[in-house]
C-alpha cells in the first residue's frame, strides 16, 4: 500500500516519502510517549497522529516496542561527561544526572521500554543509555582524565571497573524498582565501592587482571 498523503485543510495532498514521512511518524511516536508513556503507546494513536496508517508504520519498524525505542531516541540527550578536575566530584555528578535522568517522566519511559526489551541485547543496545559503547565511553573519558592527573593508576582503566558505579545505581532501579536513588546512596556508592576499586587496581600485581 502507498504511503498516505498529507492531510492539511485545504491542501490538494502532497505524498510524504522517506525522511519526511519517518520524521512525522517519530515526532508522533515521540509525543505519545511524552503523554503516555510506552504503555500507552499504540500503533493506531500513532497512525492518527501522524496522519499516516498502520502499514507505513510497520513497513520501518515492525513491533511497538521497535518503534517505542526509534522515538525515544528522538528525545533523548547526550551530555559531555563532567571535568571538575577530580575524579569524586566528576563520578558524583555523572551518577547524578543518570539519578534525575532515570527518576523522571523520560526515565520513566526508558525503564520501560527495558521491561520490555527483557534480554534482547539487540533492542537494549539501541537505547542510548544502556548501550555498552555509550555508557563505558564517557566513564572511561573521566577514569583516563584522573589517571592523567596522577589519581589512579593506568592499571585502573579497564571498561568494567570505569562503570561499575553506575550499574549499581541502575539496579536501584531496575531490580529495587525504587523511583529515585537517594543521594546518601549515591555517595555511598562511590565512597565505599568505586574509589576503593579504582584505588585497588592500582595496587595489584602486574600479572593480575580483571576479567
Do not use: C
Not at 145 to 174: D, K, M, W, Y
Amino acid at each position: 500500500m502507498p504511503d498516505e498523503l498529507t492531510k492539511r485543510p485545504g491542501a490538494t495532498g502532497t505524498r510524504r516519502r522517506g525522511a519526511v514521512l519517518e520524521e512525522a511518524i517519530l515526532r508522533a511516536a515521540a509525543d505519545e510517549l511524552i503523554e503516555s508513556g510506552y504503555a500507552g503507546l499504540t500503533m493506531d494513536q500513532v497512525a492518527r497522529r501522524a496522519g499516516t496508517n498502520k502499514n507505513a508504520i510497520y513497513r520501518r519498524w515492525p513491533s511497538r516496542l521497535a518503534l517505542g525505542i526509534a522515538a525515544y531516541r528522538q528525545l533523548a540527550t547526550t551530555l559531555q561527561p563532567p571535568d571538575t578536575g577530580d575524579l569524586r566530584d566528576d563520578v558524583l555528578e555523572l551518577l547524578r544526572r543518570a539519578n534525575r535522568h532515570w527518576s523522571s517522566p523520560l526515565g520513566m519511559v526508558l525503564r520501560e521500554l527495558m521491561s520490555a526489551a527483557g534480554g534482547a541485547t539487540e533492542f537494549v543496545a539501541q537505547l542510548p543509555e544502556q548501550s555498552t559503547d555509550a555508557v563505558a565511553a564517557s566513564w572511561l573519558t573521566v577514569l583516563g582524565r584522573a589517571i592523567a592527573r596522577g589519581e589512579a593508576s593506568p592499571e585502573a582503566l579497564h571498561p568494567r571497573v570505569a562503570t561499575v558505579a553506575v550499574v549499581l545505581l541502575r539496579n536501584e532501579f531496575v531490580v529495587r524498582g525504587v523511583p529515585t536513588a537517594p543521594d546518601e546512596v549515591i555517595v555511598e556508592i562511590v565512597d565505599e565501592v568505586y574509589l576503593p576499586l579504582v584505588r585497588q587496581r592500582g595496587a595489584t600485581h602486574p600479572g593480575e587482571r580483571l576479567t
